[in-house]
């Protein structure tokens, strides 16, 4: 973990975890497409495979969702503090 001893390390802490939001948006963002594919192509076919596929990234989708918010609610929170102390 980032130890914050000034407020130059909270500016850059917040910037990396910035950067590590708009990763997981984009990988959020993918991951909804390839949902959105594979849903078309189990309702074409309706094939199991094709339904497993689908479990497995709402899966992934779930898990992806809860680390971005719990990221953001980090965010948040240091944003909070650093504007409190000046």
Same mark, same amino acid.
């Not at 500016?11 to 950067?19: F, K, P, V």
């Given at each position: 973990m980032f130890a914050i001893t000034g407020p130059g390390d909270t500016?850059?802490?917040? &910037?990396? *975890? #910035? !950067?590590e939001?708009?990763?997981l948006s984009k990988r959020r963002a993918r991951l909804h497409? @390839?949902?959105e594919f594979a849903r078309?192509?189990?309702?074409?076919?309706?094939s199991p495979a094709t339904s497993e596929q689908l &479990?497995? *990234? #709402? !899966?992934?989708e779930k898990e992806l969702?809860?680390?971005?918010?719990e990221l953001?609610? @980090?965010i948040r929170e240091l944003r909070s503090e650093h504007d409190k102390q000046g």
């Open positions: 500016d850059r802490l917040l &910037e990396q *975890l #910035d !950067e939001e708009r990763l497409k @390839r949902i078309g192509v189990g309702a074409a076919d309706g &479990e497995a *990234l #709402d !899966e992934q969702s809860k680390a971005r918010n953001q609610a @980090r």
